[in-house]
């Protein structure tokens, strides 16, 4: 019985590791078409595409696989626990229930929806015309309710959304601790603006000459321990990290002549992104136990290294000096406290993407929060605008002129995404929990780091965080390596300590 | 009736362009390979690759298709001559055929012995063992002779080997030919020897800065019409040219600061095979009649682009004066005359790939008459190195003192490619044929290109041989060209009359 059960458990194992050789395919393909690839291409790499992930999709809901998996999920290997077996097990029948729960119509109706959606969004937001956009948007949380529904929830039907992105998380604990974080943030801000004091952001603004940004971003990102043995860096217009196989992780990331952050912190986010895959363990690659466990873990890497590692001032301590030397034009006569400074502007915005360290979250509250409303029903379509304008004078104390500006500045929506957002203050949150408890356990960070020492901090999360893979779910991961659940202190303290000093609040 | 036939064959040629678009990302899996991957993901880039390639064999050979490709070739569609649906039919009956004769345990053992092959031919090369390769050497042959008796052939077993890069193309006749250029070239050469001339190429070998050159190299193709919104230029350790849909031709070349010749006409040979590509139709992409007929007629396009236009006094006349304001170093104080002479060098020398225009054939030559004679068994293993020995002492005057610098220079014979090299000289004299007819079609290349013109000679090429795809054969092609069978006549002709001039012979 147990030798059939092994010998089941190694056939479906077998079977994944194929599925995710093939999917690794269909992830070159997106990396060249968003790296190197000639846009005349575009049409024929979209029929690539869609071959292949139309291949691994039938991979993953071939009847035979499906019942293979739940039959190794209902014998004796899928009850030892924490053992490798087990957990493996656990986390394919969660992936397959998912997915045999939705209706083959339902998924191709979200499908068609997000692809019009997309464009209909571009086209609406290029134009400043959100009516144009407002069907897709009303129709996409209409399916988005329908999929909830399908999936089926332990409390709200957000929660079936957010398993997506954040599996295992559930809204009301995500909302309890993003309520408390609003609740001392939105005063915060409020205190540095009235500070009276302002860094002088043009020395960020000089001439930084691409090629030179691109060696000091590549000597940072080694430093801080991305292996470029097994990756590599190129040119982008959104960045992002993808990951080929178990050796070869690829980050990217844009440059701007005049403006020194967009890359520089660019690349030290993506690399904190690739630290975290390359840290997962190769011989488990395209299995559970070989992949990330969560956006919000995988936010929380990327976070650390860009916003507590690369905006400290340790870290430029170490850095500046070098700088200097590779910058002279720029910041030949800056002085360390004044660049500091300037990297650590907080300024509400209306842009998320261009937020900083302090105001970013509550971009994420208001979607967040808008999400639920709107998926609940409380509020529709037809409100959203005005309901995001009043958020953003509420929370940040200023409202944007146009919709393209507001309401429809963001990608996800258009393509289905909801659930996704909070996951990147999920990463926020966690970052800060797990650099208190290394800051801690490895004693005093920022003194390494003022040396150039980032390989402790690495190796450190290395050991807790990346090595599990899916192992645990995020919220156990950091229970176990931190002691405490998800909280809003951590990073309210970092911020309150950080910018106290920074502008004498 | 022919209702149903034209149902089938629009079947078949969906299920044909599908293999395609496959195998194309099989095409972006090896570039990447090649030009980007980092080193460590080799094998799991190996395990990519064979899925894909395994799929492409299986839809191939997949017992539907191949009933169902007989099917349309038995019936009323193929006999149609030269329509382009008979057309179609008959060359992926072809295809088929080929590959329904070789047994299924030859193809494997082929593919093994090539994998193995390579393997010892590299350590073999690199401590000169020729002991260690011969094994291997003599598998391969013995292999390819089953090979040839399982495909069948008209008079000699090399015509079943060659027809899988020279379609149709049969020994006796190359043969012929080459045997014609050879008692031609051998006193030519001999003459230029003992010219007493000789250029100073120690002005190819100044500072070449890299940067300059990839610029230098990608003005010069896109002037000669390698269309870069369809395409791009990358590094590689072995130049090739990949295509990886109908708008999306890569071409790739490596530089050496110390050396203008091996970037810059290695550029020029590559765009050269680029603009063939690019020159297929693109709504044919997949299918016989969007690609290319042979490996004669690809490499014809190379060669023609590399010497009878990027080797000629008239393109310098328009490029040096460019040239020199881009390597002012290395040629700001050189003339035009002294430069073109230097990249004009003819010198009989062991390494065929570093060869000159002239000798280039004579390394062919040796290949193609020693792998005749070890298929037909007249030559062994064990005599191979000193036969190969004692023709370049009777072709070009010179002997290797290693076997690593003879016989097992080139990876073909270890990775069982074997009736491939003739295609190289093949090439040259089509070249030969396809520009003399052009230029007195056009009226006079050079004066053109002493203008920077090159538009036209794309054009005509694009007329007269890409836009045809498969759709005749490469001599069939040739012939309706320019009138004439495969002759070494046009390149006899040019040499003589480049050389004559050159060396004052």
């Known amino acids: 019985m147990t030798q059939a059960a092994h010998a089941l458990f190694e056939e479906v194992c077998q079977y994944v590791r194929q599925s995710s050789l093939l999917a690794s395919v269909g992830s070159l393909l997106e990396w060249d078409e968003r790296t190197k690839m000639p846009a005349a291409q575009a049409e024929y790499r979209a029929e690539q595409a869609t071959l292949i992930s139309g291949m691994v999709h039938q991979r993953w809901t071939d009847d035979k696989f499906v019942a293979q998996v739940s039959e190794v999920a209902a014998g004796p290997l899928a009850s030892n626990g924490d053992d490798e077996t087990a957990v493996t097990i656990r986390r394919l029948k969660r992936v397959i229930d998912k997915k045999i729960k939705l209706p083959r119509s339902l998924v191709e109706e979200l499908a068609r929806t997000a692809s019009l959606g997309q464009s209909a969004w571009e086209l609406a937001r290029r134009e400043n015309d959100y009516a144009r956009f407002k069907p897709f948007f009303s129709r996409t949380y209409e399916l988005k309710r329908q999929q909830a529904e399908a999936l089926g929830y332990k409390h709200s039907p957000y929660d079936a959304l957010l398993d997506d992105y954040e599996p295992e998380e559930l809204t009301g604990n995500v909302a309890r601790v993003l309520a408390d974080l609003r609740e001392q943030l939105v005063p915060l801000v409020a205190a540095i603006r009235s500070s009276g004091r302002e860094p002088d952001t043009t020395l960020l603004a000089r001439e930084y000459p691409v090629d030179v940004q691109e060696a000091f971003g590549t000597e940072a990102a080694a430093a801080i321990g991305f292996d470029f043995l097994r990756g590599r860096l190129d040119v982008t217009a959104h960045p992002f990290c993808a990951t ?14 005049r403006f020194f952050n967009a890359a520089f912190f660019g690349i030290l986010h993506e690399a904190g992104h690739g630290i975290y895959e390359q840290g997962l363990p190769p011989d488990r690659f395209g299995m559970p136990l070989g992949e990330a466990i969560s956006l919000g873990i995988h936010e929380s890497q990327s976070r650390l290294w860009e916003n507590l590692v690369g905006r400290s001032r340790a870290f430029w301590q170490h850095f500046f000096p070098t700088a200097q030397k590779r910058f002279p034009v720029a910041l030949g006569n800056a002085s360390l406290d004044s660049f500091y400074f300037a990297i650590n502007d907080v300024r509400p915005s209306l842009i998320r993407v261009e937020a900083d360290e302090a105001t970013y979250n509550l971009h994420i509250l208001i979607r967040f929060e808008m999400e639920q409303a709107l998926l609940s029903g409380d509020l529709t379509a037809d409100d959203a605008p005005g309901a995001w304008n009043e958020k953003y004078r509420q929370y940040l104390g200023i409202a944007p002129a146009t919709n393209a500006d507001g309401i429809m500045q963001d990608v996800h929506w258009s393509a289905g995404l909801v659930g996704y957002f909070p996951t990147y203050t999920l990463g926020n949150l966690y970052a800060s929990q797990l650099f208190e408890t290394a800051d801690v356990e490895l004693g005093g960070l920022h003194a390494m780091f003022a040396c150039g020492e980032f390989q402790p901090l ?21 229970k176990r390596v931190t002691g405490s659940q998800l909280s809003s202190e951590p990073l309210l303290r970092h911020l309150r300590g950080k910018y106290g000093e920074v502008y004498g609040i």
Chains 1, 2 share one sequence.
């Not at 690495?458 to 950091?478: C, F, M, N, P, T």
């Open 244 to 257: 080929l196989g178990p050796h070869d992780c690829r980050i990217t990331t844009r440059y701007d002549n």
């Open 458 to 478: 690495r190796d450190w999360l290395r050991e807790k965080i990346h090595r599990h893979g899916q192992r645990y779910s995020a919220s156990e991961l950091v």
